[in-house]
């Protein structure tokens, strides 16, 4: 398996500088496909069914405003990709707002690298839900980059936490063309006594060979307890010096509210590391 079409979303340059970087250097390492989509930030069919004029002199300016911020954004990660050699690349602007239009189009792509939301940005151009919908909807792998992360690169040292779940297994799978390369790939099981249907004393071993088929560096770390898992977890890791998460992530939708379990939660809200997430 590798990835073949990588999307990675557009945001102001001062914030997804090093997301841009990271999916490059993957489209490289992976020969992919690199698209970098650019929201405008609001659907034009949302004035269309609510019988309102585009061409309203206030409303024109706006629109005007949010395309060309957009297609700043484009041109911006244009230039990135073609000074750092991607091959394959293609800059967007795509009418809509983040959360859906980001979903649909990571449909038919093998990778989705977005940011997490900046609550302290004063502007901030996504909903703060924003990586929380993306994982739950895109149904694709979504690698979430932190604001705060300073590197160009991720999965040097992975960290996987492992449950034996559909969920987890889904992000296992997902996450091989990035543990190939690893240096090293520790498997951290919490509480997994707790799991129902799970052999708790081959769990490890047997996802440590199935690794190493691919040709992974794969090492079990002893099993954790904790009540508080999200929290231990993002100790550990940083404990570790790991530079990539790689968990299923857990919830349902109803209607248009998020009820995420509380790991995922802790993590997508907390984690200073970059994250692999599969729903």
């Known amino acids: 398996m590798s990835y073949k079409s990588i999307l990675v ?9 090093r997301r841009v970087r990271i999916a490059a250097n993957l489209a490289i390492a992976e020969e992919a496909y690199l698209l970098g989509v650019a929201m405008i930030g609001i659907s034009t069919q949302t004035f269309h069914q609510a019988q309102i004029d585009e ?67 004063k502007s901030p151009i996504v909903a703060p839900d924003f990586p929380e919908y993306v994982m739950m909807n895109a149904g694709r792998p979504v690698l ?16 996987l936490c492992w449950n034996a779940s559909r ?7 997902d996450a091989i063309p990035i543990l ?29 060979l199935y690794l ?19 929290e231990a977890l993002l100790t550990f890791a940083r404990e570790q010096s790991t530079d ?10 109803r209607f248009r509210e998020f009820l995420l379990g509380g790991v995922t939660r802790t993590v997508l809200a907390e984690s200073d590391i970059p994250i692999l997430m599969s729903h």
Not at 9 to 17: G, N, P, S, V, Y
Not at 86 to 98: I, M, P
Request: charged share 30%; glycine share 8%.
């Open 55 to 121: 061409k309203d002199p206030v409303l024109a300016s706006h629109l005007k405003f949010l395309h060309d911020r957009a297609a700043r954004f484009v041109r911006e990660f244009e230039t990135e990709a073609k000074r750092m050699g991607v091959s394959s690349y293609e800059g967007r602007v795509v009418d809509g707002e983040a959360n859906q239009g980001v979903s649909l189009l990571a449909r038919v792509a093998d990778l989705v690298v977005i940011g997490r939301t900046n609550l302290n940005e």
């Open 212 to 230: 190493a088929r691919h040709g992974i560096n794969v090492e079990v770390l002893p099993p954790q307890k904790s009540k508080r898992i999200g």
């Open 244 to 253: 990539l998460l790689v968990m299923g992530g857990y919830g349902h939708t």
């Open 167 to 173: 969920e987890s297994i889904r992000a296992v799978a």
């Open 180 to 208: 190939r390369r690893a240096d090293l790939v520790q498997i951290v099981m919490y509480n997994i006594d707790d799991e129902p249907d799970v052999n708790a004393e081959l769990a490890g071993s047997d996802i440590a």
């Open 144 to 159: 979430i980059i932190p604001p705060e992360y300073d590197r160009d690169v991720v999965g040097k040292k992975v960290m």
């Open 9 to 17: 979303h557009l945001d102001k340059k001062t914030i997804a500088e």
